[in-house]
């Protein structure tokens, strides 16, 4: 009866360590071809339960539970019959796990393909799934559209306006990820309230200046012009920055200033980037920061 439910509790034991193979597996899967799937928390919170399972299983029914109990004697025993307990210790360990290899070996296919698994997203902690942390597609010289690729003019943003804009080229339902990072707001403010540090003096002519879309707090699009008190603020979680100094943070959870873009008019009133981004797009990331340089001297370096 004993060995009967032994044998029970094995057969139990591997088919929860063959769904945790199996849920490891569609957790690399689904994290390959769609990685924002739903399937990723289910399968890997299967392959976790399915371990446990296993685990209590063999522990429950595989392992000894009886208690022994030996009188302490006043004297030590001698060192043979020491020696011939050791002996028989080890012997019983030795059987209880030779009469399993199998299952011990399927318990560590099983560790082994979830650990595996949990390495697709480790390997790309802290990187975008293009390997873009923070960079973006502007450069000296490409102009600014709108989303629907028409070419942003001066024009068109009057005194106290607002444009949402993207890189030429970088635009439609084959960028779509490219426009998440790319996308800036331009502004038209007055250039006699411009209070840019003495770098970007240049970055704003005739009051045209423009900032990265995306919140340094937690990468929400901005979504809120203050023309009164010309600030951009934050739906999300209310982080504001100032217009006019080169996009301060001056309220909210976010620690770190607007990146800003420079730009430049072109002869037909077209505005156009100047340069890169000041800084990197998005939230803090670990692995950029104080050591993020621009594109041109990361390529030059």
């Not at 009164?228 to 209310?238: A, G, I, R, V």
């Amino acid at each position: 009866m004993i060995e009967k439910r032994r044998r029970r509790a094995e057969v139990i034991a591997a088919f929860w360590f063959v769904v945790a193979i199996g849920a490891s597996g569609v957790f690399a899967a689904s994290f390959a071809a769609f990685p924002n799937t739903e399937a990723l928390g289910a399968s890997l919170g299967v392959a976790f339960a399915a371990i446990s399972a296993a685990l209590i299983t063999m522990s429950r029914d595989l392992l000894p539970h009886e208690e022994v109990e030996d009188p302490q004697h006043p004297q030590h025993s001698a060192e043979d019959q020491r020696e011939s307990v050791v002996r028989l210790a080890e012997g019983g360990m030795t059987t209880i796990v030779s009469r399993r290899t199998w299952l011990v070996r399927l318990g560590v296919a099983a560790a082994t393909a979830l650990g595996i698994a949990v390495l697709f997203p480790l390997r790309t902690f802290g990187h975008s799934p293009k390997g873009r942390v923070g960079l973006t597609n502007w450069k000296k010289g490409r102009r600014l559209v709108k989303e629907d690729g028409t070419l942003v003019r001066t024009d068109d943003i009057p005194h106290g306006g607002v444009v949402t804009a993207f890189p030429e080229g970088f635009v439609g339902p084959d960028h779509l990820e490219d426009m998440g990072v790319d996308a800036i707001v331009v502004l038209h403010v007055k250039t006699i309230e411009l209070q840019l540090p003495k770098d970007r003096a240049s970055w704003a002519p005739r009051g045209y200046i423009a900032y990265s879309k995306i919140c340094t707090h937690l990468e929400c699009p901005l979504g809120l012009y203050r023309a009164q008190s010309q600030e951009l603020m934050c739906p999300c979680h209310q982080s504001t920055f100032n217009v006019l100094d080169g996009g301060h943070v001056v309220f909210g959870p976010a620690v770190r200033n607007l990146p800003m873009l420079p730009l430049e008019i072109a002869s037909d009133g077209t505005l156009q980037a100047a340069g890169y981004m000041s800084n990197y797009v998005g939230s803090d990331n670990w692995d950029y920061g104080a050591t993020w340089r621009r594109p041109r001297e990361r390529r030059s370096g």
